[in-house]
């Protein structure tokens, strides 16, 4: 093995955590969100859809976090994964919404 | 994290699936419990008249009309519901007028003399299977957001033991037994391999169901967060077939007796599960008739009157709005989690399903405490919190039933007029459950796991084996009589104690054994 | 709906079967099996599966259809698996008085199907 650091000392398995638990469920709701926006559907059942879906993807997203080899890099990849849906949101916001 | 992703996910599957374990394995008992609540209830109240078999609707609900005309004349809304299928009685519904604070209050109909059955204060069979959404003693939204965190686990649990499960095909249908370490595993994939399928849709449909609380950020993505514009949202996904608007001019709405010929024309008779009029008194009033048959999985074919002339405004059977894709996958989902389309035999399959799913969240619990026992008799390090675990698994996992059978226990003793006693009820089985969970870990230094577990068993099996003579003591009703009656409701919740008392009964005997080997 | 059960529970022990730790437990001692002798076993297996899916495709509609699927299955591997680890030896023999119960309900059904059209005709 060719880490040196364990990566199952108690904060970084804190901060992993936190991450998966609280990070993903910001970038599940997001990418749900984005998603409810670029479905082809009328806005109840894009809506109705997406919110079904978001579990999907918060399991993947707990699943990828705890796969890789460190918590600053799963920190990291879901912060770079906000920030794009976040641009993603404000171009594909309709504009009747908020 | 450390080594390969299979590693990995094998950490994963065992933290997610062991930190919320006490709370899962209380929602997965109470949720099984639950698709049996309406039995419960019966047993619960037996002041309830046995199930009649005589069930001329036409006469009961002149009965009804009758009943309600007297005792809520200024009703806003009259519902009866009929006793066939799961509903073991004929009840009375009614809302009071908005002047009179608008609370729905019910009454159960003796069907031979009209009047109303004074049955218990009890919070029965529904009030257990609320707890699995609800927990109790907290706020309805927080209840919401512990079962959903409670769910996410599950679900990666799920996810992950099956990513992790190397031998999946090879090893099915294998239980080794007399193998220690080896037998719990077997046992666990059992548990949990075999139902797949009811796991993977339980535990997702479980989410879905709470999704409105759960996932706000998504409706706020397109409705803002004005909760008026949210409620709109949600009120438009269960929007319900034509009704009239509200209209609060003064009319005189008929009787739904009147609707009957008509009723029966369409579907023939002694066919209905409820009839109701909503809007009495109003020009908005509209009778809303429901057939008892379910079509597949989801509600059965509906009925929708205008309350004053009687004209047919709605037939499910003939309408042809197709529901959105996402709206069917929705209803799918939830119908499918509630299952309340099963008939008897499907319920015992859910209600079995459901028990295994218990049991694999049980046996992983046992099997952590079991791994990291054997691992420190032979390193002779012993990991942290590893007694706290060999001293609270069997008041989790035993406690339960036992103060579920508890809870049935103080609806017999519990005096009827006795203030509050549906909380009481109530109260006593998480007292129970607080005491099995304590006691343990009070008597850790003079006892031995496995002999703490002998006597949680033996007390449940006594409490459950005793039930039925405690049901015939404290109740007009025994499991001889119900059985002659043909009341296989009564019946079958006495029949079903006395199989679950022996089953404990038995697995305190089976550990009573591996003791005495031991020594 | 029986039969359909039953078909189920069948194909639980053939599918068992054909996993080459069962087949070595229940019919034959030697550990040589090849894969072409437990294939027969997984065959039939599907074989029973598919029967009782689409019996009860026909007497429910698909998503309950499928529901009933699942939850025999659900059950029926649960009580295989016990009979795998307690009752090894009465396999071989619960199989075949399964099989003849199947045949002996589908005739009848059939019989009667038969008599319903004579009567019919005649």
């Given at each position: 093995m060719s880490n040196i650091k364990s990566q199952t000392g108690l904060l970084r398995v804190l901060s992993r955590s936190i991450a998966a638990i609280i990070g993903g469920y910001v970038l599940s709701n997001l990418l749900a969100t984005l998603t409810s926006y670029l479905l082809p559907m009328p806005t109840v059942d894009s809506v109705l859809l997406s919110l079904q879906l978001s579990f999907l993807f918060y399991c993947m997203i707990i699943i990828w976090v705890f796969s890789v080899k460190t918590a600053a890099k799963a920190w990291l990849g879901l912060l770079i994964a906000c920030a794009i849906s976040v641009v993603g949101l404000y171009l594909a916001m309709p504009e009747s919404s908020l | 994290m450390n080594g390969t992703f299979r590693q990995s996910m094998n950490w994963l599957h065992t933290w997610s699936g062991l930190l919320l374990s006490s709370l899962l394995y209380f929602i997965f008992i109470t949720g099984t419990v639950g698709y049996f609540d309406k039995e419960i209830t019966h047993w619960m109240q037996p002041e309830r008249p046995a199930i009649d078999e005589n069930i001329d609707q036409r006469n009961i609900l002149k009965m009804a009309e009758q009943h309600l005309n007297t005792i809520a004349p200024d009703a806003q809304s009259w519902w009866i519901e009929f006793p066939i299928g799961r509903s073991y009685s004929a009840v009375t519904w009614w809302q009071e007028s908005d002047e009179q604070g608008g609370k729905w209050k019910s009454n159960t109909l003796n069907l031979q003399t009209g009047e109303a059955v004074i049955t218990r204060e009890t919070g029965g069979g529904k009030t257990l299977y609320a707890m699995h959404y609800l927990l109790h003693y907290i706020p309805k939204t927080l209840g919401y957001w512990i079962t959903s965190l409670c769910a996410m686990f599950m679900f990666i649990a799920l996810i992950t033991g099956i990513i992790v499960h190397k031998k999946i095909f090879k090893e099915f249908f294998t239980f080794r037994p007399n193998k220690k370490q080896r037998s719990w595993l077997d046992i666990h994939n059992v548990f949990s391999v075999l139902p797949i399928p009811f796991h993977l849709m339980i535990t997702y449909s479980g989410l879905v169901f709470l999704m409105f609380s759960s996932m706000p950020g998504v409706i706020v993505g397109s409705y803002g967060t004005n909760m008026e514009k949210h409620n709109a949202f949600v009120e438009s996904v269960f929007q319900k077939p034509a009704h009239p608007e509200h209209?609060?001019?003064p009319a005189n709405t008929l009787s739904m007796l009147d609707l009957m010929p008509d009723i029966e024309s369409r579907w023939g008779e002694n066919i209905l599960h409820e009839i109701g009029l909503e809007g009495r008194g109003t020009a908005g009033a509209h009778v809303q008739v429901k057939h008892h048959e379910y079509s597949g999985i989801s509600d059965g074919e509906e009925l929708v009157y205008h309350g004053i002339t009687g004209e047919l405004l709605f037939d499910s059977m003939k309408e042809s709005h197709p529901q959105s894709a996402s709206k069917k996958l929705y209803t799918v989902l939830t119908d499918l989690h509630e299952g309340?389309?099963?008939?008897i035999a499907l319920r015992w399959l859910y209600f079995i399903s459901g028990l295994m799913g218990a049991g694999m969240i049980a046996t992983g619990m046992m099997l952590w405490a079991i791994k990291r026992r054997e691992k420190s008799q032979r390193t002779g390090k012993e990991s942290t919190g590893l007694q706290w675990v060999e001293y609270s698994n069997m008041g989790i996992i035993v406690g339960l039933p036992l103060a579920i059978a508890v809870y049935f226990w103080a609806n017999r003793i519990i005096p009827i007029d006795f203030a509050n006693r549906e909380n009481w009820e109530i109260n006593s089985l998480f007292i129970t459950w607080g005491i099995m969970l304590i006691a343990p870990l009070a008597l850790a230094k003079k006892y031995s796991p496995l002999s703490l577990w002998i006597k949680q068993l033996v007390l449940a099996s006594a409490l459950y084996l005793l039930l039925p003579v405690l049901n015939a003591i404290t109740s007009d009703k025994n499991l001889v009589s119900a059985i002659l009656q043909g009341d296989w409701v009564m019946a079958g919740f006495d029949i079903t104690m006395i199989l679950l008392g022996l089953s404990f009964g038995y697995a305190a005997r089976r550990i009573i054994k591996e003791m005495k080997t031991k020594e | 709906m029986y039969i359909a059960s039953l078909l189920v529970f069948m194909s639980c022990i053939l599918l068992s079967l054909s996993i080459k730790r069962h087949y070595v437990s229940t019919i034959t001692q030697s550990k040589i099996s090849s894969k072409y002798s437990t294939m027969p076993f997984r065959l039939c297996g599907f074989l029973c599966l598919t029967f009782s899916f689409i019996l009860l495709f026909n007497l429910y509609d698909l998503t309950l259809g499928l529901v009933y699927l699942a939850a025999t299955f659900t059950a029926a591997s649960l009580i295989q698996t016990l009979l795998l680890s307690y009752l090894a030896n009465w396999i071989n023999k619960i199989l075949l008085v399964l099989a003849l119960i199947i045949i002996a309900l589908t005739l009848h059904k059939k019989l009667y199907h038969v008599q319903m059209l004579v009567a019919h005709l005649g």
């Open positions: - | 209209n609060h001019e309340n389309f099963a008939g | -």
